[in-house]
């Protein structure tokens, strides 16, 4: 992936257009050695975009920008009902020369209006999901993720799921290790994982000390030992149902779902930074033998830890392979 283009049309949300800038369109960042793209941002009649925050956009680019994109992005806008034939033919065009495709937040409904949502898992911002599925029947929507990828696209909820969208597809290229320094330059979370809940029911003003924050990160330390939530609410001093509850309410997700994308995220960075055997990988995050590190690696990213090792990796493994 060398060039990404981004569509803006009037009635641009400006956070939806800024978060797809902060990850793919820094021209320079000498702090590290990741990837600089040929990044554009184009849109059907150049000139004056208007915005929707109080001030409006200046666009040189044309639709022509995205002819060569192997990325090409949608950002949102307020009028998402609203569709431009000229940015539906450039989205189907992309898709049949096999680029891939990103709709942000309420940009997904073009897709739908375009057709490149039939048969495919989809999501968009939690206030519109029903009417997501609604519109296009045939999209199976899923409202209560951040993201969702389905072959060439990939479609995100609103705001700042745009981030958490583009470093998945950051690191389904490029690796672990290059989308955990992106987050780091933007000052964000490495991952957050697709399937985790984009409305978090914790109640407004709780107190740092209130939350589960002080466990997660004693958990993350502890990846390697056995973690139930039997322990894990000794750990915080909650009985396991309480506990259960109140961890699902506060990360959208189960515990062992979270852990389990803990173990694989920290099995991501040793396949790419250690020359340790699969086996031994698997005993130190946690899954206990490379069997059941294969078999979630497998169905989390879509290949094995050997072929991860060998895609993004110099390092030879020692040992017994995966």
């Known amino acids: 992936m060398k060039t990404v283009a981004v569509i803006v049309q009037d009635g641009a949300e400006p956070f939806g257009l800024g978060s797809i800038c902060e990850v793919w369109g820094e021209p320079y960042h000498p702090e590290d050695d990741n990837p600089v793209f040929d990044f554009r941002v184009c849109t059907p009649r150049p000139g004056r975009v208007r915005g929707r925050a109080g001030f409006d956009l200046h666009v040189e680019l044309g639709l022509e920008a995205t002819l060569d994109a192997d990325l090409v992005c949608f950002s949102p806008k307020h009028e998402f009902l609203e569709h431009d034939p000229l940015v539906m033919d450039v989205a189907n065009a992309a898709f049949d020369r096999g680029a891939i495709i990103y709709a942000h937040c309420s940009a997904a409904f073009m897709l739908g209006e375009a057709g490149l949502l039939d048969g495919r898992e989809c999501t968009t911002h939690w206030r ?83 939350t589960l924050s002080p466990l997660l990160a004693w958990a993350v330390d502890h990846l390697e030992e056995p973690l139930s939530v039997e322990r894990l609410a000794a750990q ?87």
């Open 128 to 210: 519109y999901g029903d009417r997501l599925a609604r519109m296009y029947p045939k999209a199976i929507v899923r409202p209560e993720v951040l993201y969702v990828q389905d072959g060439s696209i990939l479609t995100g909820a609103g705001a700042a799921a745009g981030i958490d969208a583009s470093l998945h597809l950051m690191r389904q290229t490029f690796g672990a290790k290059v989308a955990a320094t992106t987050a780091r330059r933007i000052v964000v979370p490495p991952h957050r994982d697709g399937g985790q809940a984009q409305f978090v029911r914790t109640p407004m003003g709780q107190t740092e000390c209130d």
């Open 236 to 322: 915080a001093h909650m009985s396991p149902r309480t506990f259960a509850r109140r961890f699902r309410d506060e990360t959208g997700t189960t515990p062992l779902q979270w852990l389990t994308t803990q173990r694989l995220h920290l099995a991501e960075e040793m396949l790419e930074n250690s020359n340790l055997a699969v086996e031994q990988i698997a005993t130190r995050v946690g899954f206990g033998n490379a069997a059941t590190l294969r078999h979630h690696f497998t169905a989390a990213r879509g290949t094995t830890p050997q072929q991860y090792r060998k895609t993004f990796s110099s390092i030879e493994p020692v040992g017994v392979g995966a």
